[in-house]
C-alpha cells in the first residue's frame, strides 16, 4: 500500500521544483533583457550631426537637411550638458 504522506510529500517537492524552476528561469531572462538596455541608452544618448552645419543634428543614419550629408557622430549628451555656450 501506498503512504499518503509520501505521496503529499512528492507532490509538494515537485511543485517546490517547478516554482524554483521558473524563478530562476525568469531572472536570468531579464537579466539578460538588462544589457540591451543599457546599451540601447548608450546609443540614444549619441548626439549625430552634420560636419558642415552643426546646428542640423538628428540620430544614428539621419541625413543633414541642408546639404544631405550623412550625420556624423559627435560629444554624447551627457559629455555635451557639462559646459554652457
Do not use: R
Amino acid at each position: 500500500m501506498f503512504n499518503l504522506n509520501y505521496i503529499k510529500m512528492k507532490k509538494s517537492i515537485l511543485i517546490l521544483g517547478t516554482v524554483m524552476f521558473l524563478f530562476v528561469g525568469g531572472s536570468v531572462l531579464t537579466s539578460c533583457g538588462g544589457n540591451e538596455s543599457s546599451e540601447q541608452q548608450e546609443q540614444s544618448d549619441e548626439v549625430y550631426a552634420c560636419p558642415m552645419h552643426h546646428d542640423v543634428t538628428g540620430k544614428k543614419g539621419d541625413k543633414c537637411s541642408k546639404c544631405g550629408m550623412e550625420l556624423t557622430s559627435t560629444k554624447t549628451a551627457s559629455e555635451h550638458q557639462g559646459h554652457s555656450h
